[in-house]
C-alpha cells in the first residue's frame, strides 16, 4: 500500500530549526524523486525542494536556497527537511511527495502524505 508519513512539524520562533521526516513505504520510496511542497491558508501549493534517489541532483524553490536542505536514507525509506533560519513566511502545512518523475509541480507527483503544520511565529 503506498504511504507516506510526516512527523516533525509544531511552532517555533522566527530564527529558530525545525527537522521533518517523510517515513515511505519501499513501493513509494523506490527509485522515485522525492520532494516537500508547502502550503499556506489562502495560497496554491508550492514546490519547496527535491531530490533524486541518489541524492547527486537536488533542487530547491528560491525562497528557501541556503536555509533548507532535503536529504534521504534509502536503507529507512525516509527524506527529511532540515529547516533552519525560519521566517514568518515558512508557515504553511508541508507535503511529503513521490514521483517517478519529479519537477517542481504539483501534478508530477503521484503520491502524497497528509501534512504537517509548521508555524513560525515573530
Known amino acids: 500500500q503506498v504511504q507516506l508519513v510526516e512527523s516533525g512539524g509544531g511552532l517555533v520562533q522566527a530564527g529558530g530549526s525545525l527537522t521533518l521526516s517523510c517515513a515511505a513505504s519501499?513501493?513509494?520510496?523506490?527509485?522515485?524523486?522525492m520532494a516537500w511542497f508547502r502550503q499556506a491558508p489562502g495560497k496554491e501549493r508550492e514546490f519547496v525542494m527535491r531530490?533524486?534517489?541518489?541524492?547527486?541532483?537536488?533542487e530547491y524553490a528560491d525562497s528557501v536556497k541556503g536555509r533548507f536542505t532535503i536529504s534521504r536514507d534509502n536503507a529507512k525509506n525516509t527524506v527529511y527537511a532540515q529547516m533552519n533560519s525560519l521566517e514568518p513566511e515558512d508557515t504553511a502545512v508541508y507535503y511529503c511527495?513521490?514521483?517517478?518523475?519529479?519537477?517542481?509541480?504539483?501534478?508530477?507527483?503521484?503520491?502524497w502524505g497528509q501534512g504537517t503544520q509548521v508555524t513560525v511565529s515573530l
Open positions: 519501499e513501493r513509494t520510496f523506490s527509485n522515485n524523486v
Open positions: 531530490t533524486n534517489w541518489s541524492g547527486d541532483r537536488i
Open positions: 511527495a513521490a514521483s517517478t518523475r519529479g519537477g517542481m509541480s504539483p501534478m508530477n507527483y503521484d503520491y
